[in-house]
């Protein structure tokens, strides 16, 4: 692949959606914002994708401990159809993402949020995938 490409990546929940950002040029992801789940939230992302110029979606794929699909992978599967009327999607394993951005939050000082969370988890797809298809 050649060319700078930029990415938008969502790491989706039933609640808020997390959203991170990140271009093939600097190959890293950084945690962008949080949506909350509220009837606009694919209008929003439709904006963002837009105004970034971006070249996929990038959607976590949750799976359980046994990497089986689960009820919020049919979830996040059905939300993704709406993202094709208008993007290319792509899936990357969001295997314990929420945990690992925890655990990178809380080294940080001062509080953090849920949606803090969403964002930096977010954040931690979007940067497996870069570096799984740029190196």
């Given at each position: 692949m050649t060319g700078k490409k930029s990415f938008i990546c969502l790491d989706v929940g039933e609640k808020r959606i997390g959203v991170a950002l990140a271009d093939s040029a600097v190959r890293i992801a950084i945690p962008y914002t949080t949506l909350e789940v509220d009837?606009?939230?694919i209008q929003a992302i439709a904006?963002?994708?837009v105004q970034e110029d971006a070249a996929a979606i990038v959607v976590g794929y949750p799976r359980n401990q046994q990497g089986e699909?689960?009820?919020q992978t049919e979830y996040v599967m059905e939300f993704a159809e709406q993202l094709k009327e208008f993007a290319k999607v792509i899936f990357q394993d969001e295997s314990l993402t929420s945990v690992e951005a925890e655990r990178r939050l809380a080294k940080r000082r001062g509080g953090y949020t849920k949606g803090d969370i969403d964002a930096e988890a977010a954040a931690i797809i979007l940067q497996d995938y870069i570096e799984e298809v740029y190196g």
């Open positions: 009837g606009e939230e904006k963002l994708f699909a689960t009820a």
